[in-house]
């Protein structure tokens, strides 16, 4: 971290904010300002979290941050780029922390003047808070953070950010937006709308659901934990990965279809056969998490 000597952060919430405490914690002295959103940037210097709000953007000055990180909604980083990406110096480094890459990436490219370096960002971190009011700075410990690269990216730039997340403890996962956006399809993506639909079926107005909704408990609520997401959150990544999210929708949509039709042939030992295969993914799944976990708690 000794290159960077300031940073801003765009979106001082729940993210921003953590990546702030994160980054104060792994021993960063320089200086951090704060920008975006009506209350966070005053929110985050009267609490110590940003060292000042950062006024170049809104002055039309150009910002001397070394490294600025979007932590905005999508839309948000994308507005961003498109109208701010001009008053970053050259020799910066852009990042953020949107859940989809592809289309950021994009815009990115088209936006930022000769001389800045986008990176894209991802940290599989959160909380069912949101706001600066929740921001902590262990939020990234032990969790995956992708960052997404071109071909043509700086290549100190890039490692000059992924000792930047291992400093802040988390598990550094380095891939392209492409393959980014069609991976983060089917493990976030999907359970996420699965979730949502499946809640709705408990909604319909009929007499012999009264019965279900009483005898609810914590199967449906496991799978139903998501559906308290907000659309203004989903809005962005549905808009951004529409291609890769009908793909998975339909893969899912063809696994149901094949299990309706064994069922409905009394074709148990189908059944039997997905559920045997589906426990071997999950005891693979949790075995490669627990290794990930280990590796990650002997490191000094």
């Not at 940037?41 to 910002?63: M, N, Q």
């Not at 953070?145 to 291992?166: G, R, V």
Request: net charge negative.
């Amino acid at each position: 971290m000794h290159n960077l000597q300031h940073i801003t952060i765009v979106g001082c919430g729940l993210i921003g904010g953590s990546f702030a405490l994160a980054l104060r914690r792994a021993g960063f002295k320089g200086r951090i300002t704060t920008c975006g959103g009506k209350r966070g940037p005053a929110l985050a210097v009267e609490r110590e979290i940003a060292d000042a709000i950062e006024e170049s953007f809104d002055r039309g000055e150009v910002c001397n941050a070394d490294l600025i990180y979007l932590a905005a909604p999508i839309g948000g980083i994308i507005d961003f780029l498109k109208t701010r990406g001009t008053q970053i110096k050259a020799g910066a480094i852009v990042t953020d922390a949107g859940s989809t890459k592809a289309e950021i990436s994009r815009v990115a490219r088209e936006s930022l003047p000769t001389g800045v370096t986008f990176i894209g960002g991802h940290p599989m971190a959160g909380s069912e808070h949101t706001g600066l009011e929740y921001a902590r700075a262990d939020l990234f410990d032990r969790a995956t953070y992708a960052l997404t690269f071109e071909s043509d990216t700086d290549e100190d730039h890039l490692n000059q950010l992924k000792q930047l997340i291992e400093a802040i403890g988390a598990r550094l996962l380095v891939t392209q937006p492409d393959a980014h956006d069609a991976a983060v399809a089917l493990i976030s993506h999907l359970p996420q709308l699965t979730s949502t639909a499946l809640a709705v079926l408990l909604d319909k107005d009929q007499t012999d659901l009264e019965l279900a909704r009483w005898l609810a408990a914590t199967g449906w609520r496991d799978m139903t934990r998501l559906a308290g997401s907000s659309w203004s959150v989903w809005r962005d990544i549905c808009l951004t990965n529409q291609p890769n999210i009908i793909t998975v929708l339909n893969d899912l949509i063809s696994e149901l279809q094949n299990l309706k039709d064994a069922l409905e042939q009394r074709d148990y030992n189908y059944a039997r056969a997905l559920f045997e295969t589906a426990n071997e993914v999950v005891a693979r799944q949790r075995a490669l998490q627990y290794h990930q976990f280990e590796r990650i708690t002997e490191k000094p």
